[in-house]
């Protein structure tokens, strides 16, 4: 009868885990698809490569040596696919960071601003103040700089 007790309460406890288990698996895959991902990623490396490539590659050794430690060839697995999810987050975070401190002198954050400030307009969010950079603060420059180029170009066929 004990037994039988202590069955069922450790079934309950491995049910009660497992619904715990998705829920938080659940709540970590909306988390992920709401921060960037992989194309954004290699947009903005494409743009300034220099400020990705020492994270990039020592977030990958990194994790691909403590899941090999940790657990093996099974955990160096594990380990790659969770860099795959949790990567782009922490690449986007440090080179927006990077690229706004290098960024400091001149206008080139004064234009991306404009660019954010105007699609932030379009969808009716408020502006915002450019105190800090914004998760797409590397893409708004490419814009601003691609922007500039296109008025430069027109005003020289303008002036033609």
Do not use: C, H
């Not at 990039?56 to 691909?64: D, K, P, T």
């Not at 060839?73 to 690449?91: K, M, R, S, V």
């Not at 400091?104 to 379009?122: H, M, Y």
Request: hydrophobic share 50%; glycine share 6%.
């Amino acid at each position: 009868m004990l037994m039988l007790m202590l069955g069922n309460i450790l079934n309950g406890l491995l049910l009660s885990t497992i619904v715990l288990a998705s829920i938080a698996a659940g709540l970590a895959v909306l988390r992920l698809l709401s921060g960037p991902w992989w194309p954004s990623v290699i947009f903005q490396i494409s743009q300034r490569s220099r400020l990705y490539t020492r994270p990039l590659w020592v977030s990958f050794g990194l994790a691909l040596l403590l899941g090999s430690v940790l657990a093996g060839l099974a955990g160096a697995y594990a380990a790659i696919i969770l860099w795959t999810l949790f990567a782009p987050q922490y690449l986007v975070r440090r080179g927006n960071a990077k690229a706004w401190r290098e960024d400091e002198s001149g206008d080139i954050r004064i234009r991306a601003l404009a660019v954010r400030n105007l699609e932030r307009e379009r969808l009716n969010l408020p502006e915002l103040d450019g105190s800090s950079p914004w998760p797409q603060y590397i893409i708004d420059a490419a814009r601003a700089e691609r922007q500039k180029a296109y008025q430069a170009q027109f005003e020289l066929e303008r002036a033609r």
